[in-house]
């Protein structure tokens, strides 16, 4: 056990450098797209610079540094890992709004062209909620439920890999149903509320099988543990979630309400 | 002002309760629901720890089952919240209506738990170590008169609809 550790340390360091460098080369991107639009168009709000910052801070965090060497070692340090990157730094990030930065930082044709691209078929289906979801909890599920966990430890390769994923996927999930960023063909409301809801049984009832069924190589206590973090602090991701949901659906309902009519007597 | 003053009132400040009858219902449902599970939660899991969070004796289906309950729980508490604050919007709150989903809401889902999910799927137990029989009936006869508060409520928002 003791040589398995130092061999993991041993490739961490550069794989943390590969998985940490995007992120922090990107928080520089945006501030600096803050401070170049600014000079020309309306300020942009300062808490969405913010919640690109601590959203950032949760990713790198997670990635670099000595919270992220627990995460090798500790599984239910793995598993508030996954939260963070896989969870909550995408909410964050997303309402941080950088595609609508981007656009109004570029030249209006080069924003236009982008646009054009991002309303291409190919986007549209990554964007579908099934789609988003199987591909976040569907990989959840693949990664505690197979040996892929304990390969994970063994591969940089793969230990990269998954990482990219694990954010990657926990990013294109939220947009999928919360939207900040201009979206073309946006979903209804009914059908992202169903398909949300069962994602999140799907994450609710994935943390109780790592409760119940340890994956491979973990003890049963980091597991016991681990599935609580997952199960409980899940929640309080995904509340977060659902009330952006339905509050968005409050305000754009908004122009639905009939007209006063006063009841017959 | 005199009574028939401030009831006239009140009708008005609700004028298109009659139109929304069915929605205040499912908003009750929902936030019942919602609620009994999160109370479930914080009483039995978290405070009295009576409940446990798995049992080895638990089926697969019972896992699934518990997980969709779990996330539809918080989902149907934010959700009827919204829905709330929209009925009040189109002046359509109808209290008594409303009132009477969340009886039933939160009584069916008692039912569901302590019958379903307790005895047949065997998710986890009231309490361990002690002679289940007296908890389960409490609990399901619990259910049930949640369930006929309801009931009879529902029932008299219909006539008042009638009248």
Known sequence: MHVHDNHTQSISIIAQLILAVPFIISLFIYIFAVFLSNRHKKQWPLYRSFLWIVGHLCAIATLI????????????????????????????????????????????????????????????????????????????WLLYTTPLFTMMHESTFLFIFIHIHIFLAGYLFTIAFIYIDPTPHQSSYIYRSIILLLALAAHSILSKRIYAYPPSNVSIEQAELGAMIMYYGGDAIEIGFVFLLFYQWFKSSRKSIHPKVVAPR | MTISNITAEKTLKHENRYKYGQRNLWTGLLFGLGVIAFIDEVIFHQLLHWHHFYDKSTANIGLVSDGLFHAFS??????????????????????????????????????????????????????????????????????????????????????????
């Open chain 1, 65 to 140: 540094g000595p919270f992220a060497e627990r995460t090798h070692i500790s599984f239910s340090a793995h598993m508030i890992g996954h939260l963070l990157l896989g969870m909550l730094a995408p909410l964050l990030m997303a309402l941080a709004a950088p595609m609508t930065l981007l656009l109004r930082s570029i030249p209006v044709k080069m924003a236009r062209s982008l646009s054009l691209l991002l309303r291409r078929k190919p986007f549209n289906v990554l964007r579908d909620p099934i789609f988003a979801s199987i591909l976040n909890v569907g990989g959840l």
């Open chain 2, 74 to 163: 918080f989902f149907a508490t934010i959700g009827s919240a919204f829905l709330l604050a929209d009925l009040h919007r189109k002046h359509g709150f109808w209290v008594k209506r409303w009132l009477s989903g969340i009886f039933i809401g939160a009584g069916a889902f008692q039912l569901y738990d302590g019958i379903i999910q307790h005895k047949l799927m065997k998710l986890h137990q009231i309490r361990y170590n002690v002679n289940i029989l007296p908890y389960d009936v409490v609990w399901n006869v619990l259910a049930a008169i949640l369930i006929l508060i309801g009931i009879v409520l529902l029932l008299q928002t219909k006539n008042s609809v009638k009248q």
